[in-house]
């Protein structure tokens, strides 16, 4: 089975890219998203009990859930309580990972996709068979955001200014997919990307 992790900045365009290749792998594949994950984490009880120890109340929405807009306004800007806040996902992220990895093994899968927004962010220590890195120039991704994510120029830059730049990413990667063009190119990278597995 080969591990593909797929990376890249803000709507950059990597849920579309993880799409077209579940797409072409249908069954074959097995997908992790850590947004997902990130996601269920912000659900659990364990995570919530953490939260409100490191945060406080306000961390909390008044259903008892997370509350996303707090952490997304006061703590992803503040670089140190964003560490924190790290230190709490992070690891139930990389377990819930490597849990779908073997399941992904017991299966018999012959692709296990992670799409993965932070991996070099978080150490690139989720391993790989190859990373591909989703790219877009600066002014693409704050328009996608904007107009995907509702969020204003500000917030976005504040997701943006959280992340590594995407010359760092492309640097390392193993593939780039530039998506700054047509959906049809797109699709078109992603076929010839996956089309020496999808023979093999
Ligand atoms: C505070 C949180 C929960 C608020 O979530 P919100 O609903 O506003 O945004 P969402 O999760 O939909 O993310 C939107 C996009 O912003 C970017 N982003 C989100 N979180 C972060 C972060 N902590 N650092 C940098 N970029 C981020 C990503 O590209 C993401 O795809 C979120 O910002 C966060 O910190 N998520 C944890 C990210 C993480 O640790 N992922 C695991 C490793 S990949
Ligand atoms: N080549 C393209 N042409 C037109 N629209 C596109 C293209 N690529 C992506 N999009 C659109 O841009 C938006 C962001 O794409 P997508 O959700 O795939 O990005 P992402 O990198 O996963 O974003 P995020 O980090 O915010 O989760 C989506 O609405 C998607 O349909």
Known sequence: MKSWVITGGAGCGKSTVT?????QF????????ADLAVAEALRSAATLKELAGVFGSQAL??????????????????SESRKKLEAILHPVVL???????VGAEKVGANL?????PLHYEIGGTVSADLVIVVASSRSIQVRRMMETRGLDEQTVHKFLEA????????ERADAVIWNDGALASLEAQVLTLASPLLQA
């Open 19 to 23: 799409k077209l290749l579940m797409q």
């Open 26 to 33: 249908s069954e074959a594949a097995v997908l992790f998203s």
């Open 61 to 78: 929405s008044t259903s008892g859930g997370a509350n996303r807009q707090w952490l997304r306004e006061v703590v992803l800007p503040n």
């Open 95 to 101: 377990e819930a990972l490597e849990a779908a990895r």
């Open 112 to 116: 296990f996709l992670a799409e993965v």
């Open 163 to 170: 992340q590594w730049p995407i010359e760092a990413k492309v």
